[in-house]
């Protein structure tokens, strides 16, 4: 007789509309232009969606060298340094950008400050494409980055009176408002965002964790491990008291045995990945224990973005 077994899927959980748009762009585009179609980085941080636009005629490059000038290009949903469409025009490639809109809105953001005579202080991850996006958009030496309260401590300004912050879109929330904190203490003119930069779907899905943490054994956040926010998910789960709380890209990797014995576990999926591989990690479930499933739903996403008007329009 297999064992009960509640299962918490959090709501919201997987895609989000920065993700399903940019998947979009790459499908149109190869509708429209026909294969290949380059990308210049995973479109999104999901191998599986990765692989499928890969089936489709996407071919998935690092840099705008490596593709040919006569193909076009679509830059990720991460954004990029403003070098990157300068030198794409100046080969006078076809390329859309699919960088989500709440990304753009902190490039637009970081702009004006700059504009204004600010320095930036960005909060992010070094080395994440957003980040190098991001900070790319201003030039070099006017973005301050920091990970970590600690960091807050060694950064130089050149007028610590003229400063303003920013974030990733994909942070935790609770250890971005930390580093906010330690900022705003070290640097009491420091000018913030009017809505946060953290966006709604990190938001959501973070607060639909902290729900289900403290009824489970263990969590398993579905991404990969390359995913910002599927990564924070995890950090979110453990510090919600969740003992067990891993990385999982689809039902193979899960740990049977590292899972123990258990009585309830949560599922949840990172902004990147899709609902198939949700789906798969319940039926593995299914295939073991006496399973019931429990929607914990704890906000009601209804975002969408337009695609770009060049993909709308008739070949
Ligand atoms: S996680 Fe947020 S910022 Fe990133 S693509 Fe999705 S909606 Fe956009």
Redesign the pocket.
């Known amino acids: 007789m297999p064992t009960d077994l509640t299962l918490y899927l959090a709501a919201p959980r997987g895609f ?4 399903d748009r ?1 998947i979009k762009i790459v499908e149109m585009a190869i509708e429209k232009w026909g294969a290949p179609v380059y990308v210049r980085h995973e479109i ?1 941080h999901n191998k599986f969606v990765v692989d499928g636009l890969r089936a489709k005629g996407a071919v998935f490059v690092e840099e705008l060298d490596d593709c040919p000038a006569d193909r076009p290009v679509i830059f990720s ?2 954004g990029v340094p403003k070098s990157v469409p300068a030198e794409a025009a100046r080969r006078e490639m076809v390329f859309v950008d699919a960088t ?4 753009s809105k902190v490039h637009i953001e970081a702009e004006r400050h700059h504009q204004n005579g600010l320095q930036m202080v960005m909060i992010g991850h070094a080395g994440h494409p ?1 980040t190098l996006g991001t900070m790319g958009q201003l030039p070099q030496g006017e973005v301050l980055l920091v990970e970590t309260v600690a960091d807050v401590a060694g950064i130089a300004p050149r007028d610590p009176a003229k400063l303003a912050f920013i974030t990733q ?2 942070l935790s929330v609770d250890d971005t408002a930390d580093i906010v904190a330690a900022l705003k203490a070290r640097f009491p003119a420091i000018i913030g965002p009017h809505k946060e930069d953290i ?4 938001t959501n899905r973070q607060e639909a964790v902290k729900a289900i943490a403290p009824k489970i054994d263990a969590l398993l956040v579905i991404g990969a491990p390359n995913s910002s ?1 599927s990564k924070r998910l995890v950090e979110v789960g453990r510090a919600a008291g969740c003992g067990y709380a891993q990385l999982v890209q689809r039902a193979d990797d899960i740990d049977w045995r590292a899972l123990g014995a258990l009585k309830a576990v949560g599922v949840t999926a990172g ?2 990945a899709p609902e198939v591989l949700v789906n798969e990690v319940i039926d593995a479930f299914r295939a073991r224990f006496d399973v019931t499933v429990d929607l914990v739903e704890t906000a009601r996403e209804n ?1 969408e973005f337009k695609v770009p008007r060049v993909l709308r329009e008739p070949a």
């Open positions: 989000c509309a920065g993700v940019a999104v949903a991460h989500c809109p709440l990304v957003e879109t994909t966006c709604y779907a990190t926010n902004a990147s975002v």
